[in-house]
């Protein structure tokens, strides 16, 4: 059964720093990975999708990379605003394509000190 | 840009009553998943649907049942209703399927959430 771990689970830092968040999986045989943002109580926002042959994405002032077959991934954001306050989620879909459901890590709460 | 739409936002039933979430995904997606998530925890997929048929299974109990329709929306139909499925319900959907060098392909995209309290 795949397993999704994040770390850190939570993670306060000053306005203007760069940082990285780390997801890991235990089944390499994904189809692809998802980075989402999430606010207290509210839906799910995807920030970056990583298909299985690809190393890495890039959105603004964020970049996703992935190794697949060391089942990792990691987001880095760029000087960091208050506004990147929120949990942050990567989920994997397993191999196969189609209409697989994701299987999510628990997430990394993020605050970003003004 | 339209997002998925899901109704309605929040829903209060008591034990062993029965609730219907409804989902409109984005114009031209024609594949849609059930979430859930309780407090606190990470969403826990439940089932999901590709041109109107049962495509993938999680972790669905039997007591609630899903369909999607001709014009791509879905209900997902919640029986005997227990405390613990108290929870944020959320619906996605996903573009057609496309070639496999799209990099877009199967990319998930959320709606705001159905919140669910069961009394």
Not at chain 2, 3 to 14: A, T
Not at chain 2, 41 to 46: A, G, S
Not at chain 2, 75 to 93: V, W
Not at chain 2, 108 to 114: L, N, Y
Request: charged share 20%.
């Amino acid at each position: 059964k795949q397993e999704v771990t994040q770390i850190p689970a939570a993670l306060s830092v000053p306005e203007g720093e760069n940082l990285v968040l780390n997801c890991s999986f235990t089944d390499s045989a994904i189809y692809n990975l998802q980075w989402f943002r999430q606010d207290p109580g509210k839906g799910l926002t995807s920030l970056l999708l990583i298909q299985s042959s690809q190393r890495e994405q890039t959105s603004g002032r964020l970049n996703a990379s992935l190794d697949k077959s060391s089942g990792r991934s990691t987001l880095y954001i760029a000087a960091s605003q208050p506004g990147d306050s929120a949990t942050y989620l990567c989920a994997v879909s397993r191999s196969g394509g189609g209409a697989d459901g994701l299987t999510f890590g628990k997430g990394t709460h993020l605050i970003i000190q003004p | 840009a339209a997002g998925v739409i899901q109704s309605p936002r929040h829903l209060i039933k008591e034990k062993r009553e029965t609730a219907t979430l409804k989902c409109y995904p984005i114009p031209r997606h024609d594949t849609v998943y059930w979430y859930q998530q309780g407090p606190g925890q990470d969403p826990q997929f439940l089932i999901s649907f590709y041109e109107k048929m049962q495509s993938d299974k999680g972790s669905i109990p039997d007591r609630f049942s899903a369909q999607q329709f001709s014009d791509y929306h879905s209900e997902l139909n919640m029986s005997s209703l227990e405390l613990g499925d108290s929870a944020l319900y959320f619906c996605a959907s996903s573009p057609r399927l496309a070639p496999l060098d799209d990099s877009s392909y199967n990319e998930q995209f959320f709606g705001p959430g159905t919140r669910l309290t069961v009394l």
